[in-house]
């Protein structure tokens, strides 16, 4: 799974995710690609099985970006375990996601096949996508 190698600090604020993507919006690499639709936060688990789903379906041909990555931490305390106390620790990591960012890209297969395998990643995903193609294909 996906993960920072290093980080300056183990911890950080929540904040907001707002507004539309102003980077990472258009599909660059691949010919066709999911788009995201909401705010949302993917962690690096959800981003590694809607990659399985992709290379599944199209049987390990072409190729696949993946346009985001897991780098902000998510704390959580343990199960039953009273309020209080301070943070919890670093349990994994996730990747904010905004409206209109690509998340993955797929070349080098039939346009149908690739189709098909971008909607069964989308159903891995908890943010609602939409497939987009190139500009000018």
Do not use: C
């Amino acid at each position: 799974m996906l993960s920072p190698k290093k980080t300056k600090f183990r911890k950080r604020q929540k904040g907001r995710i707002r507004g539309a993507a102003q980077r990472g919006n258009s599909v660059d690499f691949g010919e066709i690609g999911i788009k995201s639709l909401e705010h949302g936060k993917l962690t690096s688990q959800q981003i590694e099985s809607a990659r399985i789903a992709i290379m599944r379906h199209i049987k390990r041909g072409g190729k696949v970006w993946i346009r985001i990555f897991p780098d902000q931490p998510f704390t959580a305390k343990p199960a039953e375990v009273r309020q209080g106390k301070g943070k919890g620790a670093p349990a994994g990591w996730y990747a904010p996601v905004k409206p209109g960012r690509i998340l993955y890209e797929v070349k080098g297969v039939d346009l149908e096949l690739a189709k098909t395998a971008l909607v069964r990643a989308s159903h891995k995903l908890p943010v609602k996508t939409k497939i987009v193609f190139k500009e000018g294909l």
